[in-house]
Nanobody
Framework: VQLVESGGGLVQPGGSLSLSCAASGFTFSNYHWTWVRQAPGKELEWVSTILNSGSTYYQDSVKGRFTISTDNAKNTLYLQMNSLKTEDTAVYYC?????????????????????RGQGTQVTVSS
């Protein structure tokens, strides 16, 4: 069972980045998938979720700027981030919750998951 994020980097305010999360060891299409992030000195916070039905949910601060999606054939989760702001600077993790296994962690919103990847750094700075 493994989640591997990629696509982070340094971008100027107003720019765009596309994050990917490759999943293995899961029946990918069975699960709901989430992006969470952790800014320096702050708690882990929920960013966006896509249900296995395809329904999507976003934190208010990213609504209209970020788009979450999946490619079930590739077992991959994506996060397209546009109009980036300095406050989007954080390590971004993909995450999911399964019935067993993994190691539980909780976001500042009180949401819990038990699998996440190693994270990818997103830095928005001029």
């Amino acid at each position: 069972v493994q989640l591997v994020e990629s696509g982070g980097g340094l971008v100027q305010p107003g720019g765009s980045l596309s994050l990917s999360c490759a999943a293995s060891g899961f029946t990918f299409s069975n699960y709901h998938w989430t992006w969470v992030r952790q800014a320096p000195g702050k708690e882990l916070e929920w960013v966006s979720t896509i249900l296995n039905s395809g329904s999507t949910y976003y934190q208010d601060s990213v609504k209209g700027r970020f788009t979450i999606s999946t490619d079930n054939a590739k077992n991959t989760l994506y996060l397209q981030m546009n109009s980036l702001k300095t406050e989007d600077t954080a390590v971004y993790y993909c995450a999911t919750k399964t019935a067993y296994g993994g190691s539980k962690f909780v976001t500042s919103d009180g949401l819990d998951y038990n699998y996440r990847g190693q994270g990818t750094q997103v830095t928005v700075s001029s």
